[in-house]
């Protein structure tokens, strides 16, 4: 199983970047998928998921109507359009797969995103 993110960077204040999750190993359009992020000093909170059925989204009150979360289950592929960046996201940004119903849950190693001037 793996879980490999790509797209993060260093981005002025007001920018945006797109992150890319790839899974392989497991049967991906099972699972829910969902961003993850950790800053310095703090504990992983979660940004956006999309689930497995019908592709519904939701996300974490701080990164609504700026940040986009898609899928893609033919590509097995999960993104992270991010705008409007701000300095409080800067985050190790990390890449989840959830089946609730048969327990199993996989991570990503992250990815980096640096919002600053």
């Known amino acids: 199983v793996q879980l490999v993110e790509s797209g993060g960077g260093l981005v002025q204040p007001g920018g945006s970047l797109r992150l890319s999750c790839v899974a392989s190993?497991?049967?991906?359009?099972?699972?829910?998928m969902s961003w993850y992020r950790q800053a310095p000093g703090k504990v992983r909170e979660l940004v956006a998921v999309i689930t497995s059925v019908g592709g519904s989204t939701n996300y974490a009150d701080p990164v609504k109507g700026r940040f986009t979360i898609s899928r893609d289950n033919a590509k097995n592929t999960v993104d992270l359009q991010m705008n409007s960046l701000k300095p409080e996201d800067t985050a190790v940004y990390y890449c989840?797969?959830?089946?609730?119903?048969?327990?199993?849950?996989?991570w990503g190693q992250g990815t980096q995103v640096t919002v600053s001037s």
């Open positions: 989840n797969a959830l089946d609730l119903r048969g327990g199993y849950t996989y």
């Open positions: 190993g497991f049967t991906f359009s099972r699972y829910d």
